[in-house]
């Protein structure tokens, strides 16, 4: 690939794995952190010379010309991961594959019977160029700030397969809990997923503690937090009004009085509260 300025083209009404092949090189590859965008209508599609074609043209980054299993960003990925001077940690490997593998899924049409298809991340993609009145490039900004958040996230459940073996198993008065220490994403996902209705977290870069607990369960926080409320009377924490989200401390509520409980304190409250039931 030549190391000056590129131009990056697709269609016109771009595909999901079409903008998420751009944005995988805008971000990760030096030779295309400015790379023009650009947008083609014409049938068959006029590629400027130099430029590289994603998704249309039968070229490197075209599933077109037959790469069957395959979309553009699998292929734009695939080229990324063998270049010299790229390195990918284990954790951004995880997250970036993540998205890979939903977005082939998409793209391959594996997702059209999903219930939940149509509050998926590719329907405001796609359908962003008709509120935009043809705009592709305002579909490729938007685009790539969703994927700036989607990759947050899968970072964070990276980062949370890390931690997940350190966590504790115990037994609430509303059956499966878990305990753990973590600022990783996630936890609520994969805890709820494993059958556990109670999660107790304490997040060691922000101090925050919180008591949280499936939606669906029958838990309620009402007897913990009026025992908090006699043990530390000045520490900033709030029950919330469905007596299933107990915290000290959260994104909403950045400026807190910390709690001084430990992890295994806050095991204790619930298990006391266990054994009055």
Known sequence: MPQTKQILITHAHPHFDDVLAMWLLQKFHPDFTKAEIAFTDEKPPVIPEGATAIGIGRGQFDEHKGDEGECAATLVWKWLKIQPELTFSARETMALERILDWALQEDLGQLNNATWREMSVVVPVENYWTVAKGDNQAVYQLASQILEAMLVYQLGLAHLEEEWANRIEFTSPWGKAIAIETSAGGVSQRAYQEGNALIVQIDPTTGARQFRADATSKVDLSEIYDVLGKREP??????????????????????????????????????KTADKK
């Not at 919330?240 to 709690?259: E, I, Q």
């Not at 806050?266 to 298990?271: A, F, P, R, S």
């Open 234 to 271: 000045d520490a900033s924490w709030f029950l919330h009004h469905g007596k299933k989200l107990l915290l000290c401390g959260s994104r909403t509520a950045p400026k807190f009085v910390p709690s001084k409980l430990t992890l295994e304190q806050m095991i204790e409250l619930v298990t």
